[in-house]
T-cell receptor, first 114, second 114 residues
Framework: AQSVTQLGSHVSVSEGALVLLRCNYSSSVPPYLFWYVQYPNQGLQLLLK??????LVKGINGFEAEFKKSETSFHLTKPSAHMSDAAEYFC????????????FGGGTRLMVKP | DAGITQSPRHKVTETGTPVTLRCHQT?????MYWYRQDPGHGLRLIHYSYGVKDTDKGEVSDGYSVSRSKTEDFLLTLESATSSQTSVYFC?????????????FGDGTRLSIL
């Protein structure tokens, strides 16, 4: 079965520092890959997605992620953290590019210190 | 914001009682989903619908049923609620014409079963 692993359930960075949230998946076939963000008491919002083509994907709010097939990874980065980036982030995959059903990772809560 | 409304937003009920959660969309999207969110598990798919009266099971469907009699409404029913179903429930929608993943989520229903 497909699985998604987010390393680190909590990540803390200082304002202005690099944000790196890790995501690895298990699949013999590259899946479609997604990052979502969830602010407190809200639903999820799609940050960015990778389906085919360029492996470096840019999303909203200055985030980007790079698909690395050899590492089965899709880490999320942002060069400079803002206080408003504090939220929970979820990596998700559609296994084998089939259907609409997402498999989510356990989430990473990002805290930004002033 | 995408037009997704979940009701109720909060509910407390007792073990053994029936509970119905409603998701209403104004986007005319074909696909609708019900997820539950629990700490450390991310979101897990309960059921989804690919059209009026067309539904299928997700990863954690035991104890839940769904119905979709109109494009805009997707109901999730717990026939006899148990404490293990205490969770936050999210509805999501998507349409194949713009991508094959849940694109918009509602703000969630916090359900507590005592």
């Amino acid at each position: 079965a497909q699985s998604v692993t987010q390393l680190g359930s909590h990540v803390s960075v200082s304002e202005g520092a690099l944000v790196l949230l890790r995501c690895n998946y298990s699949s013999s076939v590259p899946p479609y890959l997604f990052w979502y963000v969830q602010y407190p008491n809200q639903g999820l919002q799609l940050l960015l997605k990778y389906t085919t083509g360029a492996t470096l994907v840019k999303g909203i709010n200055g985030f980007e992620a790079e698909f690395k097939k050899s590492e089965t990874s899709f880490h999320l980065t942002k060069p400079s953290a803002h206080m408003s980036d504090a939220a929970e982030y979820f990596c998700a995959v559609i296994p084998n590019n089939a259907g609409n059903m997402l498999t989510f990772g356990g989430g990473t809560r990002l805290m930004v210190k002033p | 914001d995408a037009g997704i409304t979940q009701s109720p937003r909060h509910k407390v009920t007792e073990t053994g009682t029936p509970v119905t959660l409603r998701c209403h969309q104004t986007e005319n999207h074909r696909y609708m989903y019900w997820y539950r969110q629990d700490p450390g598990h991310g979101l897990r798919l309960i059921h989804y619908s690919y059209g009026v009266k067309d539904t299928d099971k997700g990863e954690v469907s035991d104890g839940y049923s769904v119905s979709r009699s109109k494009t805009e409404d997707f109901l999730l029913t717990l026939e006899s609620a148990t404490s293990s179903q205490t969770s936050v429930y999210f509805c999501a929608i998507s349409d194949p014409s713009v991508g094959n993943q849940p694109q918009h989520f509602g703000d969630g229903t916090r359900l507590s079963i005592l």
